[in-house]
């Protein structure tokens, strides 16, 4: 069975066709695609509209600073759950 091919104008019919009635089910049973289908091309939508392309210089440095922040604090938050590991008191860890 061959993949059933569908141009760039059908899918965006149909992803308008999806929030206009609210329900990718009922939209995916009309066209015939299945819904994970439908879905992914509504993902793909919202995620081109949000991209990186169409943001100005001072929101490209704060997503990047964001990013910074989110990942220093995911290693801090690492470091303390370690520290408290070996502060425990056991004496296996403090006698090295």
Same mark, same amino acid.
């Given at each position: 069975?061959?993949?059933?091919?569908?141009?760039?104008?059908?899918?965006?019919?149909?992803?308008?066709?999806?929030?206009? &009635?609210?329900?990718? /089910? $009922?939209?995916? =049973?009309?066209?015939?695609?299945?819904?994970? @289908?439908?879905?992914?091309?509504?993902?793909?939508?919202?995620?081109?509209?949000?991209?990186?392309?169409?943001?100005?210089?001072?929101?490209?440095?704060? &997503?990047?600073?964001? /990013? $910074?922040?989110? =990942?220093?604090?995911?290693?801090?938050?690492? @470091?303390?759950?370690?520290?408290?590991?070996?502060?425990?008191?056991?004496?296996?860890?403090?006698?090295?």
């Amino acid at each position: 069975m061959s993949r059933r091919m569908f141009d760039e104008s059908f899918r965006k019919m149909a992803v308008e066709l999806s929030y206009t &009635k609210g329900s990718v /089910k $009922e939209v995916a =049973d009309e066209l015939g695609v299945s819904q994970t @289908l439908l879905s992914k091309w509504r993902q793909r939508e919202s995620d081109s509209s949000q991209g990186v392309a169409g943001l100005t210089e001072d929101q490209k440095m704060i &997503k990047k600073l964001q /990013k $910074e922040l989110k =990942d220093a604090q995911m290693e801090r938050d690492i @470091l303390k759950k370690a520290v408290g590991i070996f502060s425990k008191g056991d004496g296996r860890y403090s006698d090295l």
